[in-house]
């Protein structure tokens, strides 16, 4: 199948607009140039507005995992307690991180479960360094309680690290009013850029455990990208991926265009649509929600209906020319999973929704095609 | 002045072929797919020729300096020994890398200055772990005895660790023959791509060593990288630049296209232009050459003539649409440099000769145009 005829309807990466892929056929330039200079101030400047904060923002050249290690690698020395929330692939693998720089004190739930706050403020009485939390966890379809977990981390003096990789640009992130101090994205999901850079904004309170740290790692650095950020420099302290800079700046327009508002309800109705027809479908959503958390607005996971593997449907739709993603490792042929990250448009879902019905009554699962639709289509009229 | 009529001869970035751009801008594709196992199997394999290796061959989402800490970072304990030759700033970074993860011994030469080969042997006496190398230095124009260095450090039983990030895919680099374990190189300099992608090679001794680690890297674990780049996967281990992926492999083609021993004669040649034009204009180069150094054949780095900045140079030259470079930190106004990586043609070395001729003619350094220019000429017209 030709590329250019696929529909990336993965949690990442994203189709990218035709716009955005101009922008990169621009030539080199010195990135110690002003040219580069404005375009790197122009891009934190509009990520600035979709993060909610003041905090000093950085992008690295490198992907979502690069700023998950800096931010916890350069708070982190071998005797810290770090409490690592984990209910999915990415809150593990912040677990994994963490044990190269530091003493992890994981609180592990079942991937897709909810997290229990008090069992999250027991650790805390014990004292720690630092907490970490996937916001929106990718491999699972669930929000995480990010507020409240800023709140409690900030009542027990512990600094706050979020993953925001498949929620910024997409979802409703506040981070100066959630006290998170240091939060990340990756450039290829809802910011809806090529993969290749990470964003991360880090709080006054994070510099200030970082001057006291002895061994951080060097190119990720977050001191060094502060000191290189300044006025009188205004540039990153390692060569940067100049292409794919020019590509976030072009994707970084089209959400300034759109404006957040419009983008964030964009997503959640979309969501929203994914869900109601699979419901319709008589298909169970993958997170079991709690009181504090709830559905993503960005990726939905299903259980693969009895009689066929999450793996199947993947592969059925991608013969349709439809790419959706199915399980990672444990969850493996148990789920399926609709991203609708970036530019996904109502007619995307709309067409992604027929397909699986299209799948499942060629599987035998469904007895014919139309509820689903018909679900989808209600929400995604009141857009 | 537009971005397209200036003339990149900075030692990186370098001009990138048009064709190079526009294959940046084909539609994303699932990094856990074929069609990018394809494209990565293609790299490394076009890049074991460039390399002249056997070893294990990966891409790394990060640049030459993320590069550079993958090999320190991956085989260093805090107590382990790791000898650092410095004759110039890329020489000082590895010594900075170090220190993150060991005990740095370094052997510190002027910048410029040539390596002391006894000096090394005294050191390796003593015991070390590792040795780290620039073989070309591109903040001063030695090109290092690397051969000669890797033969050493092989006798005595250290790890040698070798930046090529400004000599591979321009100049002569026998990996094997010359006993490097880790050799790394980034993707904006003589590969002619753009910035963001670097490539290690690593031995079977450099895993032997990395088995023995306890807290390595997470994103630059090499071991993962290795893991992932098996049969069954040939996969990166974190989401790839993708975009960078295709101008990569697009520059490698051309590469192959031109083949190494007509690429490296050109750069040979274009450098050897470079040095006979300044020489004609009474202009002296920086390095200090011994039996061992030699000047590099992607960089020339001169030293500015009385009564001139070297930042002057640049800033007129800039100014006539050629971007050259000065010099770095405590080399700042003392010297310029004149890179030839990449796709720099013989036109646009006697293009940059002539306007460096006017540059220093108006000055009132030089009292008249034309003998830089057919000094350039002459050697440049044996190509």
Not at 242 to 269: D, N, S, V, W
Not at 288 to 300: A, G, Q, W
Request: with cysteine; aromatic share 6%; proline share 5%.
């Amino acid at each position: 199948m030709n590329l250019e005829d696929t529909l990336l309807m993965m949690p990442g990466p994203v189709p990218v607009a035709p716009r955005v892929l101009r922008a990169m056929s621009k030539p080199m330039i010195n990135h110690r140039s002003t040219a580069f200079s404005d375009m790197y101030d122009d891009c934190r400047q509009i990520l600035s507005d979709i993060f909610n904060t003041k905090n000093d923002i950085f992008i690295l050249s490198g992907s979502g995992t690069a700023a998950m290690e800096a931010a916890v690698g350069c708070v982190t020395k071998p005797n810290d307690r770090i409490i690592c929330i984990e209910n999915g692939k990415f809150g593990e693998r912040f677990k994994n991180i963490a044990k190269r720089y530091g003493m992890t004190d994981p609180l592990v739930y079942e991937w897709g479960d909810s997290i229990d706050l008090s069992q999250l403020e027991e650790k805390l009485q014990e004292g720690a360094k630092a907490v970490t939390l996937v916001h929106n966890e990718t491999s699972t379809g669930i929000l995480n309680p990010a507020k409240e977990i800023g709140k409690l981390t900030k009542e027990y003096g512990a600094l706050f690290i979020m993953d925001g990789v498949t929620s910024l640009g997409g979802d409703l992130v506040k981070v100066d009013d959630w006290n998170v101090d240091i939060a990340l994205v990756g450039s290829q999901k809802c910011l809806a850029a090529p993969p290749g850079l990470s964003i991360v904004s880090v709080s006054q309170r994070a510099f200030d455990v970082m001057e006291d740290m002895e061994r951080m790692p060097y190119y990720l650095d977050l001191k060094a990208y502060k000191k290189s950020a300044e006025k009188s420099q205004r540039e990153t302290p390692y060569t940067p991926a100049i292409p794919l800079f020019y590509a976030l700046q072009e994707a970084l327009h089209i959400i300034k265009e759109e404006g957040m508002e419009a983008r964030i309800k964009r997503h959640c109705t979309e969501a929203a649509a994914v869900r109601a027809a699979v419901e319709a479908m008589g298909i169970e959503m993958l997170p079991d929600l709690n009181e504090y958390s709830h559905f993503s607005n960005t990726v939905s996971a299903m259980k693969a209906p009895d009689g066929v593997s999450g793996n199947d449907i993947k592969k059925d739709m991608l013969a349709r020319g439809i790419v959706i993603a199915g399980g990672q490792e444990r969850l493996s042929g148990k789920i399926f999973r609709i991203g609708n990250m970036g530019n996904v448009q109502p007619k995307d879902i709309l067409l992604t929704i027929a397909e699986l019905e299209i799948v499942l009554k060629k599987r035998g699962i469904l007895s014919r095609v139309g509820p689903g639709i018909e679900a989808a289509s209600d929400i995604l009229d009141k857009l």
